[in-house]
């Protein structure tokens, strides 16, 4: 038994005492951990700016598309009407009416040929 306790002091590590840093030995990984830290809040920021900003051209793109799809609309109708407004019977009935304008006899008109 004894021979095992031997052993057993033999196979057992030595506990050292830690060695205790010197605040010179600190502050290099202090400012490296602060630059770090610095960088990835910096960097998280700035991926919320970058999201904001996106969203708000997003939403001025949506609206400027909505706006160019109404002037669309506006300007489909806009040529119905001028459609409608110079249509030929529009305009001699207001010959007519206004203008006291009259459809000549066919044997009165006379065809010029420039030759």
Sequence with gaps: MLALQRFRKVR???VQP???????????????LAVVVLMVVGSALMVIFASHDYRKL??????????????QVEWGQLLLEQGA???????????????N????????????RDE
């Design 18 to 32: 830690e060695r205790l840093y010197r605040a010179e030995e600190l502050i290099k990984p202090a400012l490296m």
């Design 12 to 14: 057992e590590p030595e």
């Design 58 to 71: 997003f939403h001025q793109h949506q609206v400027t598309v909505r706006e160019y799809d109404e002037l």
């Design 101 to 112: 304008m009259k459809v000549p006899d066919p044997t009165l008109i006379e065809f010029v």
């Design 85 to 99: 407004w110079a249509a030929n019977n529009r305009v001699e009935s207001l010959v007519i009416k206004k203008l």
